[in-house]
């Protein structure tokens, strides 16, 4: 079955980096589009970035075009996304996301905390 596992979450003070990687099982990683969202409590949850099958094409929310990076590495079934010159109001659980047959997929995600 899909299953969509995040990780390297956590604390960071604002202006720093961090990385987070979503590792995929279950389908062929290289035949999808990959996205990452992120949410925060009591507001929807929303999108952030967005990666094509080989990497080719890549989206970003506004609120993080030049800051954040996403990216994939198809032999290792995994992608990730760069955040630099981070702010508290980016701190949110991020969730990566992928559709395989019009059925859309969730991690558990992982907590990003922007704070001094």
């Known amino acids: 079955q899909v299953q969509l596992v995040e990780s390297g979450g956590g604390l960071v003070q604002p202006g720093g980096s961090l990385r987070v990687s979503c590792a995929a099982s279950?389908?062929?990683?290289?035949?999808?589009?990959m996205k990452w969202y992120r949410q925060v409590p009591g507001k929807e949850r929303e999108f952030v970035a967005a990666?094509?099958?080989?990497?080719?094409?890549?989206n970003y929310a506004d609120s993080v075009k030049a800051r954040f990076t996403i990216s994939r590495d198809n032999t290792k079934n995994t992608m990730y996304l760069q955040m630099n010159s981070l702010k508290p109001e980016d701190t949110a659980v991020y969730y990566c996301?992928?559709?395989?047959?019009?059925?859309?997929?969730w991690g558990q995600g992982t907590q990003v905390t922007v704070s001094s």
């Open positions: 996301n992928t559709r395989v047959n019009l059925n859309d997929y």
């Open positions: 279950g389908f062929t990683f290289s035949s999808y589009s």
């Open positions: 990666i094509t099958r080989t990497g080719a094409v890549k």
